[in-house]
């Protein structure tokens, strides 16, 4: 899923998230669309820690944020 966009003091800013970057799971759970992306957030609920893998500039990432 590409982001294009990334708000101040939003999650997405808190986990290092950057314009063009690829987000490819969330705790595990494959994203390729905004669907998938809502429930894999939806299962990662108040679980305390949010880990992310996403690919920027060819190059694959891994981070999380504590929530």
């Known amino acids: 899923l590409l982001v294009l966009q990334v708000p101040r003091r939003s999650i997405?800013?808190?986990?290092?998230?950057?314009?063009?970057d690829i987000v490819k799971d969330v705790n595990g759970v494959a994203v390729k669309t905004r669907a998938d992306l809502d429930?894999?957030?939806?299962?990662?609920?108040?679980?305390?820690v949010w880990r992310l893998a996403i690919e920027r500039n060819?190059?694959?990432?891994?981070?999380?944020?504590?929530i």
């Open 12 to 20: 997405a800013a808190n986990l290092g998230l950057r314009p063009l």
């Open 39 to 48: 429930r894999a957030v939806a299962r990662a609920g108040d679980q305390g």
């Open 58 to 66: 060819g190059e694959r990432i891994e981070t999380s944020v504590r």
